[in-house]
């Protein structure tokens, strides 16, 4: 049954294919029938509008005129076949970054817990986020093979985010900190408000991303498709809902909802700053130099705030204390700061930030399983309808049309 519910965003993500491939053969036929008429009148130098207006008539028992046109319309072909085989692969990957993300917040609370002896937040967030650069400088040669980059925009799109820093260090040094910079503050947030509140609110309130990401993305005038706003609502009701869980109660506090609420905020910058760098910066280079960022400001928290704490968890902790906090820390490192946030750029390139949201809104609802079997977290009738609606919403956005790549607005969805 676990198994099953953590294999279900895979599964939507596969079956949404069948749609985004036939709305891909429509716009291929039309796209490659508009393109034509160009190229045609083009090459005859003749106005495209007297031949947009053209009358077809029968033209049965005449003999076929054709034109060699270059090979353009094959390239188009191979063209549009990359965008539709990037989009698929986009929905299978940000369906796999989900069950990773989920498994985070029961992961972390559990050392909340289950230990006789609660480590520090600081010191919980400072190994995490060295594991995950370790992982990062060791992996990084099998994960460049794995992970499909996303072809780089031209570097001069950077310049309307240039400053002084950025003409100094350099533009992906940069891209890099800054990125650094939000994860670290949305980190430290989410793991204070998970040692204050329940695995499954810490879950759920982080997922309001998924309002904040297309939200500031409506208002800079990208255009949201209403299907998107519609899951949107759906995925926001399902959070509502199930925080009136009485069961909750008990496990859970408003000092630790707000503070994972206020992660969410800075999660939500993250991923549309990710959006904007990962057009621009190789992959290998933004998330080395933000787990660089995260590990330097982590330990200087720890330093700075944490340093007597810490000595007093290592003086009483246990020798289980130590083992679940070291399992913890390495999942958490190596699963969700190194892994996953790989795969998060070229997945997040090719679904756009928006549809990725409503994806990792079902976080919350894995999250609620694997906090119920090992947390015995439970939930009532609150919880099951607010899960029920987090599923509608996923499927509403797995199964929507793909982003034209040929949007015409000067800032579109992907």
Request: with cysteine.
């Amino acid at each position: 049954m676990v198994l099953a519910t953590f294999l279900l965003p895979l599964v939507i993500a596969l079956l949404s294919s069948s749609t985004v491939r036939a709305f891909s053969t429509n716009q291929v036929a039309m796209r490659r029938a508009c393109s034509s008429i160009s190229r045609l009148a083009a090459a005859l130098d003749v106005d495209e509008e007297l031949i947009a207006d053209a009358e077809v008539v029968n033209t049965d028992g005449m003999p076929l005129l054709s034109m060699e046109l270059d090979g353009m319309a094959a390239v188009d072909v191979e063209e549009e076949q990359f965008t539709e085989d990037s989009y698929q692969r986009g929905l299978a990957t940000i369906g796999f970054i989900t069950l990773l993300f989920a498994s985070n917040s029961p992961a972390l609370r559990s050392v909340f817990d289950l230990s006789a002896v609660s480590p520090p937040v600081l010191l919980i967030n400072s190994g995490v986020t060295l594991i995950g650069l370790l992982g990062v400088v060791l992996t990084a040669p099998l994960m460049n093979q794995v992970v499909v980059d996303i072809p780089k925009t031209d570097l001069d799109i950077g310049r309307d985010d240039s400053n002084f820093v950025s003409r100094i260090v350099g533009l992906s040094t940069y891209a890099g900190f800054e990125l650094g910079l939000w994860k670290t503050i949305g980190t430290t947030l989410n793991i204070y408000g998970l040692s204050a509140t329940s695995s499954d609110h810490g879950a759920f309130l982080i997922q309001l991303t998924t309002l904040i990401v297309p939200t500031i993305q409506g208002i800079q005038g990208v255009p949201i498709p209403p299907r998107i706003w519609g899951a949107i609502g759906l995925a926001l009701g399902g959070v509502f809902i199930f925080s009136q869980d009485p069961s909750q109660v008990e496990c859970a506090s408003v000092q630790g909802d707000l503070l994972c609420a206020l992660a969410a905020v800075f999660y939500a910058t993250y991923d549309l700053r990710l959006f904007k760098w990962g057009k621009i910066v190789k992959t290998n280079e933004l998330i080395t130099t933000k787990m660089v960022t995260q590990s330097a400001l982590s330990l200087g928290l720890l330093v700075t705030l944490s340093g007597e704490e810490t000595r007093a968890y290592i003086a009483g902790a246990t020798s289980d204390d130590v083992m679940l906090a070291a399992g913890v820390v390495i999942w958490s490192g190596l699963a969700v700061n190194c892994v996953a946030p790989y795969l998060q750029v070229s997945g997040q390139q090719a679904v756009g930030p928006s549809r990725a949201q409503i994806l990792y809104a079902s976080q919350p609802l894995w999250a609620a399983v694997l906090s119920f079997v090992f947390l015995h977290e439970a939930f009532g009738t609150e919880g099951l309808i607010g899960g029920s609606l987090f599923l509608v919403a996923m499927f509403l956005a797995a199964t929507a049309e793909m982003p034209d790549p040929n949007c015409p607005a000067k800032e579109c969805e992907v």
